[in-house]
């Protein structure tokens, strides 16, 4: 069902709220990075919710 919309970059584009997709790298790279700083130093743990915010208007 999802498989259509996917593979259609303009669709992705069109339908996110920021107007453009994002690759995987780029929500798991900020968080590892955020980790591994002292930032995050006093964090036990959470569960970061990485979203594209497609929007279906």
């Known amino acids: ?3 259509p919309v996917l593979r259609d970059k303009v669709a992705i584009k069109t ?3 920021i ?3 994002k690759a995987a790298v780029e929500f798991y790279e900020g968080a590892s990075l955020w980790f591994s700083s002292d930032a995050s130093s006093s964090i036990t743990g959470t569960t970061i919710h ?3 915010v ?4």
């Open 19 to 21: 107007g453009m997709g």
């Open 1 to 3: 069902m999802t498989y």
């Open 15 to 17: 339908g996110s709220a």
């Open 54 to 57: 497609y929007t279906s208007r």
């Open 50 to 52: 990485a979203e594209a």
